[in-house]
């Protein structure tokens, strides 16, 4: 619902649970809700302030004293600064997007090589499937918060309001570092990809850097419906090239098409049995760590829930149709690398990140497709500026919520007139530049970016387990308070064995990932595995003592402000029949074509 539309006594609330808006069906015109729109600040805000002075006192009154919001969350309301916050405009299939294209990059198209080669096609595909089911834990923990209350910055935001302050400032920090980090990576990746057909002889990697780097910061830099809908594509070019390939390895396996390696073991069961469980148990653990590392991104859809267009409805459709999505891509993705390229093959691990032996790549040339290099060359290129898009997005967010929170410099709260924190968005781009530099070899021989990667590596996991735990804390209080679960827009019906399995996971994943500096021990392999333990421990114990916050009883916990309702409104038809003041995306999914209607039903 517009906060800057008050509807008048036409409009009835009802405060017994969920407040449903009902707008009469006199509908002001879109002429005249684009002059209000456009009238001046100093009128706008004075009538704004009057409005919702009177609303939110008598409503106050009707509720027994809680003050609920309904669209309001903890980024809106920059006093004195221009614009009232970030802006709803993130459509359904912009979310679905988001959430299923964060998890498929370079990991899935350049590192699912590896896995196989390390622990063979059969291990590989339990790592994948285990990850891929927490994964699902922790987005219906994250749905079921993010759908009652869409607020932007989820990640800390969620552990400041039912945990501790400290623990949201612990969130924020390390989540937005890790992306900015992120965001450096992708643009060292860009410059190597750029060299598959542009020499670095003719054209420096940082030249490619800089023209990327001013792209995705313009990009952000617009607004949020831009974002999401650059997002769309680019994600809808990678589902694409899954799919292609999918249906290409089949064809291949079958005999359709493809010509035989002679001498080779043939394309199928033959290639899958050589030993597809090798190396026990060390060996699946490997790839374990490796399969989570895969799916890192996944959260994205907790992130823009704060932007996104009726998030009751969108949010629970993008959660429910990213799981099996995902599970399918990444499991007869690795099935068919592994029918179709023995585990032993000495360049599927492809350690120096060459295109030319990325399994997809040789997939397709072994099933006659000549142009499979360039073809994934360019797919993983398109996948490098979605990661960098959406990492910039993200630590942007999680920037301007640790400012409304008092975590950070004041001016990160200012939000420009489009709902986009520009300030954020200029400091992480900043940040992942320096990182970016840092990375050259004339500077130190990159060894400073090697530890910012060590640093940022598992933060990922670190923000898994703070969804989890931030479920199980929302639950507590919610049962607290004495309210019930039929109040919920989304319920999560794995709660608790869902969280605490994530839980589960994360630990070990924190815990195990540098067993192998134990044997024989090295202290430069220990310190990468595990300096961001106490990075976090430092952020968390220091913000406590210094800002003296407390770990809040189950019923201090705010669970109103921000909190989403109802909104159901009566059509009018205008023109051609169509609606005016109904959901857009009902009316955009009414309409859409039989192009939009495929996609819909594949994506």
Known sequence: MNKDYHPSSSTSRRPSGDVIWMESSIMPSASIINKNNNQSEGARDHKEHTEDDYDS???????????????????????????????????????????????????????SGSSIATAGPGFSQVAYSLIGTMVFCFMSSLGEMATYLPITGSINAYGTRFFDPA????????????????LATELVASSVIISYWVPLTTCPGWVWALVFIVVLTSLNLTTVKAYGEVEYWLSLIKVLAVIVFIIVGFLYIGGAIGTRIPGAPKPGPEVFDIDPFHG?????????????????????????????????????????????????????????????????????ANEEGDIRESPFTRVFVQAGISAGGDVMNAVILVAILSAGNSGLYA???????????????????????????????LATALVGCL??????????????????????????????LGIAFCHIRFRMAYKAQGRSLKDLPFVSNLYPFGPIYTIVVCLVILLGQGYTAFSPFSIKMFLSAYVTLPFIVILYFGNKFWSKTKILRLVDVDLDTGRSYIETSVPVKGKAGRSVGGDEDDEEEGEKGWFRRVLGFVF
């Open 167 to 182: 623990l949201g400032f612990m969130l924020g920090w390390v989540y937005w570092f890790s992306w900015s980090v992120t």
């Open 280 to 348: 026990g148990f060390v060996a699946l653990f490997s790839i374990f760590l490796n399969a989570g590392f895969s799916f890192q991104g996944a959260e994205l859809v907790g992130i823009a829930a704060g932007e996104t267009k009726n998030p009751r409805k969108n949010v629970p459709r993008a959660i429910r149709q990213v799981f099996w999505r995902i599970l399918m891509f990444y499991v007869l993705t690795i099935l068919i690398i592994g029918m179709t390229i023995p585990f032993d093959d000495p360049n599927l």
């Open 435 to 464: 990182a970016f530099i840092v990375s050259l070899p004339q500077i130190g021989q990159g060894q400073a970016y090697n530890w910012l990667l060590a640093l940022a590596s598992t933060t990922g996991f670190i923000a898994w």
């Open 395 to 425: 630590s942007s967010r999680a920037l301007h919520t640790l400012s409304q929170e008092g975590n950070a410099p004041k001016f990160f709260g200012y939000v420009n007139r489009y709902g986009v924190p520009v300030y954020c968005v």
């Open 57 to 111: 006192s008598s409503y106050h009154r009707r509720q027994g004293g809680r003050s609920l919001h309904d669209d309001s969350d903890l980024s809106n309301d920059v006093h004195g600064e221009v614009g009232k916050g970030l802006q709803r405009n993130l459509q359904a299939r912009h979310l679905t997007m988001i959430s299923l294209g964060g998890t498929i990059g370079t990991g899935l198209f350049l590192a």
